[in-house]
């Protein structure tokens, strides 16, 4: 009688492994320190659109993105960034509060251009 309960719980114990490897899984990776395009989309020339509803493209030559329909003006790491009479501003606000900013708090791509 013990051998036959231990034959039925071995094969409860199997079937119940069995069934919980086909349980689908996700792998979250994380990009701190990244501020491109999710790993599994496209890198250069790939839209989203952020919080406010703003579409964006991103350039990879930059490692920022470009505000569509804003000529000019970028966006990273929730902040947009425009030049303006030779010198640069940041808002977080895509219409108004802008700030004139120094190279040292600009995105690398934005620093040179």
């Not at 079937?15 to 496209?42: D, K, M, N, Q």
Request: with cysteine; charged share 25%.
């Amino acid at each position: 009688m013990n051998r036959r309960k231990f034959i039925r719980s071995f094969s409860f114990a199997g079937v119940a492994f069995l069934l919980a490897a086909c349980i689908p899984t996700e792998i979250f990776i994380s990009r701190r320190g990244r501020h491109g395009p999710p790993s599994h989309a496209p890198a250069h020339g790939h839209r989203k659109k952020n919080r406010h509803g703003i579409e964006m493209t991103y350039d990879s030559n930059l490692g920022i993105y470009i505000v569509v329909g804003y000529t000019g003006y970028y966006y990273y790491d929730g902040i947009y960034y425009r030049k303006q009479n030779n010198q640069w501003e940041s808002s977080k606000d895509l219409k108004k509060d802008w700030k004139k900013s120094s190279k040292h708090g600009m995105p690398k791509g934005l620093k040179n251009k």
